[in-house]
């Protein structure tokens, strides 16, 4: 069974930082892309991040450009999304989503068949 495991979301304040993992189980990384989403309340869920297999190719989404950094633990068989300079609007849950092959040209949802149950960041003074 295909299971995504994300952890390491909580209450930060602006400014501050969290450091997400998104662990696979029952399959291997090495073959595919990996993105973290996000769902801020009341709004669409977005993409925000992606690294490829074995991190040959990263992309970034606008907010995320500058603060946020993705990297693959291969032997871990686990995905980090870093997040730095925390502002309230980057209050959302985060998923990590996998898709086989994925090269991380896009972040369509559609693209990703495996999901995770999403951690919460809550960015507050």
């Known amino acids: 069974q295909l299971q995504l495991v994300e952890s390491g979301g909580g209450l930060v304040r602006p400014g501050g930082y969290l450091s997400l993992s998104c662990a696979a189980y029952?399959?291997?990384?090495?073959?595919?892309?990996v993105a973290w989403f996000r769902q801020a309340p009341g709004k669409e869920r977005e993409g925000v991040s992606c690294?490829?297999?074995?991190?040959?190719?990263?992309k970034y989404a606008g907010p995320a450009k500058g603060r946020f950094t993705i990297s693959i633990d291969n032997a871990k068989n686990t995905v980090y999304l870093i997040l730095n300079s925390l502002k309230p609007e980057d209050t959302a849950v985060y998923y990590c989503a996998a898709g086989y092959r994925h090269t991380c040209n896009s972040l369509l949802e559609s693209d990703f068949g495996s999901w995770g149950q999403g951690t919460r960041v809550t960015v507050s003074s």
């Open positions: 690294i490829s297999m074995r991190g040959g190719n990263f």
């Open positions: 029952g399959f291997t990384l090495d073959n595919y892309g």
